[in-house]
C-alpha cells in the first residue's frame, strides 16, 4: 500500500472549505492592515502546498496563529490586544459560534518615554537583564498590577519593577525568614491551627479569611490588578502590623508561662504564610514555590487546592475596627516622623474624634504602643476639633486660603488631635483648625 505524504494529505484536505477559510482571512488581514510584503512571501509557497490560488492562500498563517481551522475553535479564556477584531470575526463567520467565553484585553506595552518598543532603538532593558537582576516573579508582578491588564497602555519602567521587588517581594521573604528564624530558635514545628485565641491572632485569621475571598471573587471576575492590590494591602497588615506588635511574643524567652501564647503565635503565623503562598501562587509562582515548600515540606504549591475562606474564623467587625485603628495609628506616625516628633519621644495624650470612636475602645492599648503617648481619649465631637476643607490638586495657596476662610464646609467625619511635649500638636486630615494651640499639623489621609 503506498504512503500517503503530508504533503499529499494536506492537499486532499483541501477544499473549498478551506479556500473560504482562508480566503477570508486574507480580506481580514488586509482590513487590519497587516504587513502586505508578508502576504506576497507566505502566499506563493502556501498556494503550491494547497493547489489553491494566491489570494486564497494569501493569510493562512493568520487563521493558524489562532488556532481557527475547520471545526476548530478557541478555549474558554482568552488574552489579546484591543483592537484585535479578527478571532471574534472569523469565528463568527465560519462557525456562527462566540470565539472565547472570557477574555482580558490589554493594551500596548510601552518605552519610559512613551515611544513604542524598537530594538532598533534598544528603548528597553532586556528581559533576561530583568530576570537575572529584579526575578522574573518581579516582572509578572509589575505588568499584571498595572492597568495593562484593564486595556491601558503602560509605560515599562525599571523603577516600577524595583518598587515590586522593594514593596512585595521584599516584606513577603521577611515574614517568611521572621516566622523561620523563631520557630527554629524555639525549636518549634508550627500546625495549620485557626483556633487561636488572642486578639492580634484572631484579627490576622480573619483578614487572612478576608484576603481569601476578596482575591477569589477578583479572580472569578479575571480582575488582576484588583487581586495584586488586594494582596499587597494584606502584606501591609501582616507586616506592619501583625509581626510588629506581635515581635515580643517571639523574641520572649520559652518558659512555662508563656509555652501557650508563644504557640499560637507560631501557629497562627504559620497557617497565615501557607495560605497566604497559595493565594499569591498564581502572581508570584517561583517566591511561592520557594516559601511553600520551605513551611510545609510537600508538595509543590501549585498541586495544592485554592484556599477555602471556610476553614478560617470569620469576624468582620474585628477586622473593620483594627484596620481603622492602623489608619489611626499610621497617620500619627508620620505626622510625628514629618515634623522631627521621634517615636520615643513620649505624648502626654492623645484625643481620636469620629462617628462611633468609642468602638475601638478595647483596642487602646494598642493604639498607646504603637504611637507613644500616655493616654487616649475617644470621642464624638468632631466640632470641637477641626471643620472640613476642601484642597483641590494644583491650586495656589492664595486660593485655597481663600476657600478656607469661607463658612460653608460640612464637618470632616473625623480627626485626631494630640497634646505634645510642650506645644498642642494637632494630627487632621485636611482640616483647618479652630483652636489656638501651636504647632498645629495638616495631612491628607483619612481615619474616620
Not at 532598533?120 to 505588568?143: M, S, V
Amino acid at each position: 500500500m503506498q504512503s500517503t505524504t503530508p504533503t499529499t494529505l494536506r492537499r486532499e484536505a483541501a477544499g473549498p472549505g478551506v479556500a473560504m477559510t482562508l480566503g477570508l482571512c486574507f480580506i481580514v488581514a488586509l482590513l487590519e492592515g497587516l504587513d502586505l510584503q508578508s502576504i506576497g512571501v507566505a502566499a506563493p509557497r502556501m498556494a503550491r502546498e494547497f493547489g489553491l490560488s494566491v489570494g486564497q492562500m494569501g493569510l493562512a498563517f493568520s487563521a493558524g496563529t489562532f488556532g481557527l481551522l475547520p471545526g476548530a475553535m478557541l478555549g474558554g479564556r482568552l488574552a489579546d490586544r484591543i483592537g484585535r477584531k479578527r478571532v471574534l470575526i472569523l469565528a463568527t463567520a465560519l462557525f456562527d459560534r462566540p470565539a472565547f467565553q472570557n477574555v482580558i484585553c490589554h493594551g500596548i506595552l510601552l518605552a519610559e518615554d512613551g515611544t513604542k518598543l524598537s530594538k532598533k532603538l534598544r528603548n528597553y532593558t532586556e528581559p533576561t537583564e530583568i530576570f537575572d537582576r529584579q526575578g522574573a516573579d518581579a516582572l509578572r508582578w509589575y505588568l499584571m498590577s498595572a492597568n495593562i491588564v484593564r486595556g491601558g497602555d503602560l509605560r515599562i519602567s525599571d523603577r516600577g519593577i524595583d518598587d515590586v521587588v522593594r514593596q512585595v517581594m521584599l516584606p513577603i521573604w521577611n515574614a517568611y525568614s521572621f516566622f523561620t528564624l523563631y520557630a527554629n530558635v524555639d525549636g518549634h514545628r508550627a500546625e495549620f491551627r485557626t483556633d487561636a485565641t488572642g486578639l492580634l491572632d484572631r484579627y490576622l485569621l480573619a483578614k487572612t479569611r478576608a484576603m481569601v475571598e476578596a482575591v477569589t471573587e477578583r479572580m472569578d471576575d479575571y480582575d488582576l490588578p484588583g487581586a495584586t492590590a488586594e494582596l499587597q494591602g494584606f502584606i501591609d497588615a501582616l507586616n506592619n502590623w501583625y509581626i510588629r506588635r506581635s515581635r515580643d511574643r517571639f523574641w520572649a524567652k520559652a518558659s512555662a508561662a508563656n509555652e501557650a501564647d508563644k504557640r499560637d503565635a507560631h501557629d497562627t503565623l504559620y497557617t497565615v504564610l501557607v495560605t497566604f503562598a497559595r493565594t499569591a501562587a498564581p502572581f508570584l509562582p517561583m517566591v511561592m514555590e520557594e516559601v511553600h515548600g520551605g513551611l510545609t515540606g510537600g508538595d509543590s504549591v501549585h498541586l495544592s487546592d485554592w484556599p477555602d475562606p471556610a476553614e478560617l474564623p470569620a469576624d468582620p467587625d474585628l477586622v473593620a475596627r483594627m484596620d481603622r485603628l492602623r489608619d489611626v495609628a499610621s497617620t500619627a506616625l508620620r505626622l510625628r516622623e514629618d515634623h522631627g516628633l521621634r517615636v520615643r519621644l513620649p505624648l502626654a495624650s492623645l484625643t481620636v474624634a469620629g462617628a462611633d470612636a468609642e468602638s475601638l475602645a478595647d483596642l487602646v492599648h494598642l493604639l498607646v504602643d504603637e504611637v507613644n503617648v500616655k493616654s487616649v481619649e475617644m470621642t464624638d465631637d468632631l466640632e470641637a476639633h477641626a471643620t472640613f476643607r476642601l484642597q483641590p490638586d494644583g491650586l495656589s495657596n492664595l486660593l485655597l486660603d481663600a476657600v478656607g476662610r469661607l463658612d460653608w464646609c460640612p464637618h470632616l467625619r473625623a480627626a485626631i488631635v494630640a497634646q505634645g511635649h510642650h506645644a498642642a500638636v494637632r494630627l487632621h486630615v485636611g482640616l483647618v483648625d479652630r483652636g489656638r494651640g501651636e504647632g498645629v499639623l495638616d495631612d491628607h489621609v483619612g481615619v474616620g
